[in-house]
């Protein structure tokens, strides 16, 4: 058992939801007909094209065609945040993953950038409805970071690029769908006045 599986919800977990909730919602892991949009940053980029390796083989898993995929490449992890709100406004992606690392080094700089990342990319999300999923690696050591983006089923890139999968269906089941009326163009009042 790896780490990551003993922080998941077991499955026995789920089947036993629906008998205490009146709905369970969850999203699933077809990826069919989605287009992804990979914001990586280049600073640490050896680490970045293992988690972006990585995000491509999760994506293909859940059955994301590769030509519906679009990576972009940002300086560095502060920057990850402009480029995810660029795919968000352009609209030619159902969802982002930001990828890169942020290793710790002997000054105040991780803090900075690892925080203001982090901020930034749930920031895009939530001011304009697009998932944008955060698989940026922030740790203290390269070997940290080299270990998070092995070619493996716990490559963190892979990770986030099937919770971005899983983000799209579960905004798209329809109680979450916003309700027609004033509130539905609600996303698109906030992406206009940001521009």
């Not at 919602?25 to 280049?42: E, K, P, Q, S, V």
């Not at 270990?147 to 493996?152: C, G, N, W």
């Not at 971005?164 to 798209?172: D, K, Q, S, T």
Request: charged residues 20%.
């Amino acid at each position: 058992m790896t780490s990551s599986d003993q922080t998941r919800l077991p499955s026995s977990a789920l089947v036993e939801l629906p008998d205490l909730v009146g709905t369970n919602l969850r999203g699933d892991h077809d990826g069919r007909g989605l287009r992804l949009g990979f914001a990586c940053g280049l600073f640490n980029g050896g680490i970045s094209w293992r988690l972006l390796q990585g995000a491509l083989e999760g994506s293909a898993e859940c059955g994301v065609d590769p030509r519906d995929v679009t990576a972009a490449w940002a300086p560095g992890a502060f920057e990850l945040p402009m480029v995810a709100r660029s795919f968000a406004l352009a609209g030619t992606v159902d969802a982002v993953v930001c990828l890169g690392a942020v290793i710790r080094g002997e000054t105040g700089h991780y803090d900075l950038v690892a925080g203001e990342c982090a901020t930034g990319i749930q920031r895009v999300q939530l001011d304009t409805g697009v998932p944008v999923v955060f698989g940026v690696l922030t740790t203290e050591t390269l070997d940290q970071a080299l270990a998070r983006s092995e070619p493996d089923r716990d490559n963190k890139g892979r990770e986030a690029a099937v919770a971005a999968v899983e983000m799209v269906r579960l905004l798209r089941s329809s109680p979450l769908r916003p309700a027609p009326g004033p509130e539905a163009g609600m996303a698109r009042r906030i992406t206009s006045t940001m521009i």
